[in-house]
C-alpha cells in the first residue's frame, strides 16, 4: 500500500521552545493531509486539515497559532507546535490519501511522534 | 451531532473467534473504515465496507448494514498479535473521517 512517512518518530523538547513534525507521501501526490492528536486510551482527535497551497482548516478548539501548518508541495505537510508545553504532549499522527484515487479509499496513516514537553 | 460507539475493551481467548461491534450516527455516511492500532503506532486500514453485507478478508471480516447504522468487524482464529486497539471511522458526506474511540481488544492464552 501506500507509505506516508512522518519524523521525528519522538522528540522530548522543553517547555516555550517550538517543534516540527513533517509528514510526506512518499509514492502519491496528496493535495489534502489530516493531522490528528491522540492521548493515551483515546481515540484519534483530528486537529486540522491540510490543504496544498492554501491555509489549513482546523477543528474547533484548536489554536491556530499555536499549531501552524505548512502544505507547501504535494507530498509534504509540517505542523509546528509553538511554545510548546507539558499539555501538549501526546501522540501526533498525520495521514494523507492518494489525490489520483477515489474519494473512498482509505486513509493511510504516518508512524506518529511521540512528543514530551518537559 | 455525529456519533460513533464501540465497546472499550473485550477479551478473548487465543484461537476463538471475537466480534467488535460498532454503530454510528453520521451526516452522510461514505463509507465505514476498521483499522487496527497497536500501542504507540499508527493505525493500519484493514477493512473498507460501503455497501451492505460482509466483506471477508482472510481472519478477518467486517460487516455492514447502513438502514441500522451497524457495523461489526470479526476476528478468527485469535493470535496473540492480534491484541491491539480496533478503530471504527465512518466517511461522512464531507469525506471527512469521524472516529469511534477504539475498542481495546485483550487476547488471553
Known amino acids: 500500500g501506500a507509505v506516508v512517512s512522518q519524523h521525528p518518530s519522538w522528540v522530548i523538547c522543553k517547555s516555550g521552545t517550538s517543534v516540527k513534525i513533517e509528514c510526506r507521501s512518499l509514492d502519491f501526490q496528496a493535495t489534502t493531509m489530516f493531522w490528528y492528536r491522540q492521548f493515551p486510551k483515546q481515540s484519534l482527535m483530528l486537529m486540522a486539515t491540510?490543504?496544498?497551497?492554501?491555509?489549513?482548516?482546523?477543528e474547533q478548539g484548536v489554536e491556530k497559532d499555536k499549531f501552524l501548518i505548512n502544505h507547501a508541495s504535494l507530498t509534504l505537510s509540517t505542523l509546528t507546535v509553538t511554545s510548546a508545553h507539558p499539555e501538549d504532549s501526546s501522540f501526533y499522527i498525520c495521514?494523507?490519501?492518494?489525490?489520483?484515487?477515489?474519494?473512498?479509499?482509505?486513509?493511510?496513516f504516518g508512524q506518529g511522534t511521540r512528543l514530551t514537553v518537559v | 451531532g455525529q456519533n460513533i460507539d464501540q465497546p472499550t475493551e473485550m477479551t478473548a481467548t487465543e484461537g476463538a473467534i471475537v466480534q467488535i461491534n460498532c454503530t454510528y450516527q453520521t451526516s452522510g455516511f461514505n463509507g465505514l473504515f476498521w483499522y487496527q492500532q497497536h500501542a504507540g503506532e499508527a493505525p493500519t486500514f484493514l477493512s473498507y465496507?460501503?455497501l451492505d453485507g460482509l466483506e471477508e478478508k482472510g481472519r478477518f471480516s467486517s460487516f455492514l448494514s447502513r438502514s441500522k447504522g451497524y457495523s461489526y468487524l470479526l476476528l478468527k482464529e485469535l493470535q496473540m498479535k492480534d491484541s491491539a486497539s480496533y478503530l471504527c471511522a465512518v466517511m461522512d458526506s464531507n469525506y471527512q473521517l469521524i472516529w469511534g474511540a477504539g475498542t481495546k481488544l485483550i487476547i488471553k492464552p
Open positions: 495521514s494523507a490519501r492518494d489525490s489520483e484515487a477515489s474519494r473512498h479509499t482509505e486513509a493511510f
Open positions: 491540510s490543504n496544498e497551497g492554501s491555509k489549513a482548516t482546523y
Open positions: 465496507n460501503v
